[in-house]
């Protein structure tokens, strides 16, 4: 795994998908990465639940962070974590996010024979 120090992102490849960057370094445990953006709300709850699991989490606002925003879409903020606890990280945000989906009910539909 390769970090891109231009966008603080984990790269599987040897070129930064985001900016294009061929000069990445291997990554190291301490090195933030980009986990996710989500209005200020979410991030500071999202931050708090990943400091609570020891990851300390940092929050920045994607206004002045070199990111063009949509006209009419709210202020996010990126959420960073260290690539050593990007997966914990990860899963957190699965088990905080990922079932806010109301369309799950199809499965009842599921009868296994
Ligand atoms: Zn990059």
Redesign the pocket.
Known sequence: MNY?E??R?A?EGEI?P????DFLRPIHGKDYCFLAAKEEMWAKMLQELLQNNHIPAVLLPTLGAGISLKSGQTEQYQIFVPYEGLEQASGLLQMVFGDACPENEEANDYFPA
């Open positions: 891109c231009t966008c992102l790269v930064c985001v900016c294009g960057d």
